[in-house]
C-alpha cells in the first residue's frame, strides 16, 4: 500500500461531507463539510492540496439494486468537474447505505436526527473512507472507478 492521505467526499445537494485518511493510510477521520455550489470544487481542490492527498474518492449513491439514478449521475458529473481541475486520482466508489450507517452510529453516540444534520455528510464520507483503506490494506491496490477526465493535459482536448 502507498502511503499517503486519502481523501473522501460524499456529493450531496446541500452540503459535501468530506474526510481525510492519516498518511498510513490506516484510519478515516472527519473534516468541515463544504456547502455545495459555487465554490465547492475549489474548496475540495483546496483540502487535496492541504492534505496533499495522493487519492481522492467519490462516494456514488447507487440504489440497492446497484442500478444508478439521477443523484449518481449528479455525483458522476461532480467527479467529473474535479477530475478535470486537479492531477490527483479521483474515483467512484460505492457508497450504498453509508449516510444510513453514519445516521444509526450518530443516533447510537446520543445525537438526535436534528443535532447530526450538520455532520452527517462528513460522518458518511468517514465511512466510505473508511471501506477504501480497508479495502486497500486487503488487496493492494485502490479500489473504485478510475474518473477520467475529458481533456487529456489538463486543458487540452483528447
Request: glycine residues 10%; charged residues 25%; contains cysteine.
Given at each position: 500500500?502507498r502511503?499517503g492521505v486519502?481523501i ?6 446541500v452540503?459535501?461531507?468530506?474526510a481525510?485518511s492519516?498518511?498510513l493510510?490506516?484510519?478515516?477521520v472527519p473534516?468541515?463539510?463544504v456547502?455545495?455550489?459555487?465554490g465547492d470544487?475549489?474548496?475540495i481542490?483546496a ?6 492527498a495522493v487519492?481522492l474518492y467519490?462516494?456514488l449513491?447507487?440504489h ?5 439514478g439521477e443523484?449518481a449521475?449528479?455525483a ?5 468537474s474535479?477530475?478535470e481541475?486537479?492531477e490527483?486520482p ?5 457508497e450504498r447505505?453509508?449516510t ?6 450518530l443516533?447510537?453516540s446520543?445525537?438526535?436526527t436534528?443535532?447530526?444534520r450538520s455532520?452527517?455528510?462528513s ?6 473512507l473508511?471501506?477504501?483503506l480497508?479495502q486497500?490494506?486487503?488487496?493492494g491496490?485502490p479500489?473504485?472507478?478510475?474518473v ?5 493535459e ?5
Open positions: 500500500m502511503p486519502r473522501a467526499c460524499d456529493v450531496g445537494s452540503r459535501i461531507g468530506v481525510r492519516d498518511a493510510g490506516m484510519l478515516a473534516l468541515d463539510a456547502r455545495a455550489g459555487d470544487l475549489d474548496a481542490c483540502v487535496i492540496s492541504e492534505w496533499e487519492d467519490v462516494g449513491p447507487l440497492l439494486s446497484g442500478t444508478e443523484a449521475a449528479g458522476r458529473a461532480w467527479a467529473l474535479l477530475a481541475r486537479t490527483v479521483v474515483r467512484l466508489i460505492d447505505l453509508s444510513v450507517q453514519a445516521q444509526r452510529g443516533h447510537a446520543g445525537r438526535s436534528r443535532q447530526s455532520v452527517i455528510d460522518a458518511s464520507a468517514v465511512i466510505v473508511q471501506s477504501v480497508d486497500e490494506q486487503r488487496t491496490l479500489p473504485g472507478e478510475v477520467a477526465p475529458a481533456f487529456g489538463r486543458g487540452e482536448q483528447s
